[in-house]
């Protein structure tokens, strides 16, 4: 009995302690002006509830609160906006305060110079820099044949085994990526950089605690070590006084290139690239290659497409930026890919001061989350939202409605949309010309908050 009077005597203090602590904690953020919304706990805020229940948490919040809520997520006070209309005016409203608010590990391990460390006239001058090195002239002309130079070795050798079609693609988009960037495709370099690149990945998703063994810690020291290799390439190719035709060769050029960058932001512009391109481009080719298996008669007509262009050439004949335009069906696959896998819930905002945004007044410093998730799933956007139906792509013109964000919108739109589609177009040329697959079974898919198989994803492939 005493016992029992014990644990119920633990059970209620706990009780008072909490309801005391959710008080004290919506007290604290009750500033006249704020959206509607909860605050959770004190320091963790709702980031458990946002973290295992995904969109769910959205859903409910936006059910009690409306589209435009206040929460208190990954370490920040956060508005959450999931208003159309809203979201494009914050995406169009830079110059208003409204500046990327990325993680300061992120931040840290990118570099200062890395395009969402910047705003104004420096984000413009960065911004320039990397559009000369991909516009649709650079793509047609160097891009497009050292993608399908690296996709044709890349994918040489897989037929009549296991692959883990996760690693596989994750490999592609960062040496795809540092071909691209440094004519740099397989040797010590790429084997160094490599292991680097992903140490760096992991530190820029963690907390900010810089002791021996976090991944931050790693992180900011994978980013030593790949702007040490970076710095060697710059001077070795300084002292051998050779031009190359690859992004570095073209940012050091000083004659043909009119940004004139310095070392310090050439290297973050590469670490930009790397990064940017990435996680991006390998999930939606893994997620691509899973829906075209699930999908028979999606895939039917991929491979329609894909065959037509090989009868038009030889078997060594490149992929041309003609035969790129011509894949109208695999754009739409990308498309329909990115869409229902959400492979980006949405986009990080911060206020630089206090400002009024739909009728609320929102403090300086505070997080907005652009959650454009729901946003693909709109069954009056796209009408059965969890059906794969490429089909849906075609003749809408889809891709230029003002609700699709996918890429992004206003002055941050993604810059390397067309290269990031030739690449998953080119691997998916290759990919469904040369093989047929059959997912070895039983692999868990995880959608939030990143898109991944955390065991990987195997497929046992055969040549076509
Ligand atoms: C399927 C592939 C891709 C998707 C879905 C995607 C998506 C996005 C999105 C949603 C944004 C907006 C971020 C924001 O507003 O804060 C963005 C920005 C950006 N993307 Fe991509 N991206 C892809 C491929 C690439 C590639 C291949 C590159 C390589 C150059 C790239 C480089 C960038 C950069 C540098 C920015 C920041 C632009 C700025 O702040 O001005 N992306 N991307």
Known sequence: MAVLMVVLGVVFGLCILSTALLKWNEV???????????????????TTEFLKQGPGFMKNQRSRYGSFFKSHILGCPTIVSMDPELNRYILMNEAKGLVPGYPQSMLDILGKSNIAAVHGSAHKHMRGALLSLISPTVIREH?????????????????????????????????????????IESGTIAQEFMPEFFMLVLGTLSLPINLPRTNYHRGLQARKNIVSLLRKLIEGRRASGKTSCDMLGFLMNDEVNKYKLTDEQMIDL?????????????????????????????????????????????????????????????????????????????VLRKTTEDMQLNGFIIPKGWRIYVYTREINYDPCLYPDPLKFNPWRWLDKNLENKNYFL????????????????????????YFVTTYRWEEVGGDELMKFPRVEAPNGLHLKISSH
């Open 406 to 429: 996918i890429f992004g919108g206003g002055t941050r739109q993604c810059p390397g949309k067309e290269l990031g589609i030739a690449e998953i177009s080119a691997f998916l040329h």
């Open 28 to 46: 604290k953020y009750r500033k006249k002006g704020l959206p509607p919304g909860t605050m959770g706990w004190p320091v963790f805020g709702e």
């Open 270 to 346: 590469i670490i930009t690239i790397l990064y940017s391109g990435y996680e991006t481009v390998s999930t939606t080719s893994m997620m691509a290659v899973k829906y075209l298996h699930d999908h028979p008669k999606v895939l039917e007509e991929v491979r329609k497409e894909h065959m037509a262009i090989r009868e038009r050439k030889r078997p060594e004949d490149p992929i041309d930026f003609d035969d790129y335009k011509s894949m109208r069906f695999t754009r739409a696959v990308i498309y329909e890919t990115s869409r229902l896998a959400t492979i980006v819930n949405g």
């Open 143 to 183: 891009l497009l044949p050292t993608i399908d130079e690296f996709m044709r070795s890349h994918l040489s050798n897989w037929g009549d085994s296991v692959i883990d079609i996760q690693q596989k693609t994750k490999e592609m988009a960062f040496v795809s990526s540092l071909k691209q960037i440094a004519g």
